[in-house]
């Protein structure tokens, strides 16, 4: 914080000599240059906004006693009202026979310049009335309006007439002079560049420090301090627009946007929204959590005060209601100053140190506001600057210069970190390596394992090696990882295919494949049985789950499964009989009907669950279907059809039910292969999430 405080009154060395090079370079006069004052040769007189200056003539002016911050508005009030004034000089012979010039430092509302009756020059758009829309303020440029050596009484008396709009603070300041062009014209952009155009510096800094903060906000979204710091820079840049609006070719009478709304937005609107961020950012700096009342009060200070602009019909009604504005939009940022001041001695003594911080920085701004409305309201000189603008931009740079040095002090912290725990990282990271080698070791040896375990899984479940009698036959068995959850089995003697079963276990690795493994012995044998005593399926799939309940124990997991059984007939069909046990349905192609279709159980059929679950008393019910040459049955387990995409859809039975018809005429291969295909194209890079095994039984 010493740091800061260096940096906070170099800054405030910054200020006093920007103001020194002000003073001067705008109050200081070069005396061998003639000059005629007119401070005290101004007289005023009521018109209206047809006055043309032949009809000033037959006006009774009286004398303009103040020249001074809102003298006219004194005079005449602030609906805006017209008025002349009036100047008469003689030339002094220094000024004879050349082109001069005359510099008003401060006129305001809008004015049109008359001399000897012939038209000069104007500042800002006079319209018709007050409400008139194309009412357009001279801004706080210094006046200068050349006077051509034709146009000049080189002897005798020259007569300005001057039309004045009095809207607002209506003003005609002191310094007002006639001299040589040259002279006019560096006087004029001297006025012109301290009192309008040096805010373009100010500017400048504002939009470079808000576009910073707000990438570093980007960078490091937890720190709301950083979008709010960000936003209150931008919202501050567009605020000092409104002091030089006169050079901006996009508003105004140049053209785009008008000059009463730009007004609205820039001066009003942006002054709300300056307000509304820094007193958000005081909250956040100072680490003060909001509760919903507090919430809205700070938004509904900012809300109330924009609507109250939006809706304001023309430029006097914000002149009338700036007083009352003002306050309530500063209402949220009172409240923060409140939060700020209670935390002083409620916090820790790091978050004491920003509470301070914030609290120094926001009375600086006031003491310089208040230095700004001694000068603008007690001595009513509008010439000097805003320096209420310096002491907002100088509480914007010490705002940066703290976070710029508590980040250097972040860096530096992880700097010292990062040195003082490199011999503890080293050491880490050679445990670690150890451990690492050890995992290395044992994961080698469970994949060996894995790997003899898929071997002896394979030998299980395999088709048959030769051709089947009658039948062309294709298997897809895809496990997720080296071993599988699946099983299936082509029960045959030599050539002829006597029943087929497909079996899918819950969960996945190690453990479902083991449980396939004991499944399938006791399926096997079991099926072997009945072969052997003419048994029915069902009863077979009822067996099977009695023995598999006995054999696993506690163990938790269960099967779904289908059996089949063929029997070969005379005229070369073939009859098969399926049981179900709570496994997918088997899809059949019918050739001669040219018909694909679930094999499902019809309403009379018992319940089938799954095989397995003890305490379940289930009885499996048995289908018969006669397959003739070019039928083919469709055999899966749950893995393919519940398959996701990038999008979290499933493959489904449909689009299995679509490629299966289009290569209904195919062999068994090639549907195999074109509906794995398929499955490829449909989830493309997206990761497997069960085994996958298919099973294509045609006739031929």
């Known amino acids: 914080m010493k740091k800061c405080a260096f940096f906070a009154s170099r800054l405030v060395f910054v200020f006093i000599f920007i103001f020194s090079l002000f003073l001067f370079s705008s109050c200081g006069q070069d005396e061998s240059v003639p000059r005629i004052y007119l401070d005290d040769d101004f007289y005023w007189a009521l018109t209206d906004a047809a006055s043309e200056p032949e009809d000033a003539e037959n006006l009774q002016f009286e004398h303009l006693d103040n020249m001074g911050y809102k003298n006219l508005m004194d005079l005449v009030g602030i609906e805006g009202k017209y008025i002349w004034l009036k100047a008469e000089f003689e030339l002094i012979p220094e000024l004879k026979n050349d082109d001069l010039s005359m510099v008003i430092p401060y006129l305001h509302y809008a004015d049109i310049l008359y001399l000897n009756g012939k038209y000069i020059d104007d500042y800002g758009v006079m319209g018709d009335s007050p409400d008139d829309p194309v009412n357009q303020e001279a801004g706080y440029v210094a006046h200068l309006f050349d006077f051509p050596e034709l146009y000049l009484n080189q002897e005798g008396k020259n007569t300005i007439l001057i039309k004045v709009q009095c809207l607002g603070h209506a003003t005609i300041t002191d310094g007002v002079f006639v001299g040589l062009r040259q002279d006019g014209w560096r006087t004029s952009d001297n006025m012109t560049f301290w009192r309008s155009r040096f805010y373009i510096f100010f500017e400048g800094v504002m939009l470079l420090c808000g576009l910073f903060f707000l990438m570093l906000y980007f960078i490091y979204k937890q720190e709301v301090s950083y979008r709010r710091f960000g936003l209150l820079n931008f919202f501050t840049a567009l605020f000092f627009s409104v002091f030089f609006i006169t050079d901006l070719p996009w508003a105004g009478f140049h053209g785009g946007v008008p000059f009463f709304y730009y007004v609205k937005f820039a001066k009003s609107i942006c002054f709300f929204c300056m307000a509304f961020a820094f007193s958000m950012f005081i909250c956040s700096f100072i680490e003060k959590k ?389 499955l490829e194209n449909f989830i493309k890079d997206t990761p497997r999430i069960d085994d996958v095994s298919v099973i294509i039984l045609k006739r031929v």
């Open 290 to 678: 909001l509760n919903t009342f507090e919430t809205a009060i700070q938004y509904l200070s900012f809300i109330v005060s924009t609507i109250l602009v939006l809706l304001a019909p023309d430029y006097l009604w914000l002149v009338k209601k700036t007083l009352l504005l003002i306050p309530l939009s500063c209402l949220g940022l009172f409240i923060s100053i409140g939060y700020a001041i209670a935390a002083i001695k409620k916090t820790e003594s790091k978050q004491q140190t920003k509470v301070r911080f914030i609290l120094g920085a926001v009375f600086f701004l006031i003491v310089v506001m208040g230095i700004d409305v001694i000068i603008k309201g007690a001595f009513r000189n509008i010439k000097l600057p805003f320096i209420s603008i310096f002491g907002w931009t100088g509480v914007i740079i010490i705002i940066f210069i703290y976070f710029c040095i508590d980040y250097s002090k972040i860096a530096n912290r992880l700097e010292y970190l990062n040195h003082s725990l490199e011999d503890e990282i080293k050491r880490q990271t050679k445990q670690l390596t150890d451990v690492n080698g050890r995992l290395e070791h044992d994961r080698e040896k469970s994949l060996k394992d894995m790997r003899m375990a898929a071997i002896v899984q394979k030998k299980y479940f395999h088709a048959p090696e030769h051709p089947l009698k009658n039948w062309d036959f294709a298997v897809r068995y895809e496990p997720l990882s080296l071993v599988s959850g699946d099983l299936y089995n082509f029960y045959h003697e030599g050539e002829q295919l006597n029943g087929i079963s497909l079996f899918d276990a819950s969960g996945h690795g190690v453990a479902a494949s083991l449980v396939t493994m004991l499944a399938e012995n006791i399926i096997q044998q079991t099926y072997n049985e009945l072969l052997q005593n003419g048994q029915s399926v069902a009863e077979c799939l009822k067996l099977i789950n009695e023995r598999f309940i006995d054999a696993k124990g506690e163990i938790d997991n269960y099967l779904t499964g289908l059996l089949l059984n063929m029997k070969e007939n005379e005229d070369g069909s073939c009859t098969v009989t399926m049981s179900n046990a709570g496994h997918p349905y088997p899809l059949f192609y019918n050739a001669k009907e040219d018909t694909l279709e679930e094999m499902l159980p019809t309403a009379d059929m018992p319940y089938t669950g799954p095989v397995g679950l003890s305490g379940m008393n289930v009885d499996y019910s048995e289908m018969s279907f006669t397959m003739n040459s070019g039928d083919f049955l469709f055999l899966y387990t749950d893995g393919i059809t519940e398959m996701q995409n990038r999008e979290k859809l499933d493959f489904g039975i449909e689009a299995i039910m679509t490629i299966l018809e289009k290569c209904k005429d195919d062999s068994a291969e090639d549907i195999a292969k074109k509906l794995m295909k398929g």
